[in-house]
């Protein structure tokens, strides 16, 4: 079952608590602030910061 | 005097089908705020994750529309947070859970007033559970003064509320959240996290 994007759009960067958008292929959910993207895998958004990966 | 009763099926002593009492696996943390002023949420956060770890699933703060009962204690504009945390948590542990986020609130009060509600509950892959300090007829006790609310119970794909379930509890958001969250728990039961 896919997250809804719903469900996505509400979910919060772990680093600055500000929020992130789910990236157009719904691989990943962006934190423009931190410049962190936090993997989607099998449908569970991985929100820890060690795990997410600088945008540049 | 009637004939002596005659069991139907007899069963040997020792194949008795009698269950053996053992520890549930652990549950993951889920705790939801309640807070009028974000930098005490804050802290309420940072708080809460020196005692139980990393979260690692963050809401944006939203509204809370279901009650003014807390507007009396921190002001009107309430809004609400949840979060989970990494570390699985011993389901055994919910009245000392409770017991520690009762004791950041009175922290973080002023002049006797809370200023951030912490409400934590516990995610099984069966149920949702909150602790309470208030009893109620369908909580259960658990220890020094904790009950246990059943909020949630997992049935045909999907947490679902029962008749007494809050309002909040029974948001679509919220509960979606619990179904990726339950979808982590079980990995995370079997050591791992979502592969690559």
């Known amino acids: 079952m896919a997250i809804s994007k719903e469900l996505l759009e509400i979910l919060a960067c772990p680093k600055c608590k500000g929020p992130v958008e789910p990236d157009e292929n719904m691989t990943a959910l962006i934190c423009r602030q931190c410049r962190l993207a936090y993997e989607i895998r099998e449908d569970i958004p991985i929100m820890l910061i060690d795990e997410a990966k600088p945008l540049d | ?196």
């Open chain 2, 1 to 196: 005097m009637g004939q002596a009763f005659q069991p139907a099926v007899w069963v040997c002593p020792e194949k008795s089908i009698m269950s053996r009492p053992k520890e549930p696996l652990p549950a993951k943390l889920v705790i939801r705020f309640l807070f009028r002023d974000f930098g005490v949420q804050v802290e309420a956060l940072r708080r809460i994750e020196k005692i139980f770890g990393q979260m690692d699933y963050l809401s944006a703060p939203g509204s809370f529309p279901y009650t003014t009962y807390y507007d009396r204690e921190m002001g009107g504009g309430i809004r609400r947070q949840t979060a989970a945390y990494l570390d699985l948590v011993g389901q055994v542990t919910l009245p000392d859970i409770k017991l520690r986020t009762n004791a950041i609130e009175e922290q973080l009060s002023q002049a006797g007033s809370r200023q951030v509600n912490i409400d934590p509950g516990m995610l099984s892959e069966e149920r949702f559970v909150l602790a309470t300090g208030k009893n109620f007829t369908h909580r259960i006790y658990l220890r020094d003064g904790i009950f246990a609310d059943l909020t949630l119970m997992y049935q045909k794909g999907a947490y679902r509320p029962l008749p007494w379930t809050y309002p909040d509890y029974r948001e679509p958001e919220f509960i979606d959240l619990l179904g990726v969250l339950r979808k982590k728990l079980r990995f995370q039961q079997d050591g791992k996290l979502p592969g690559r």
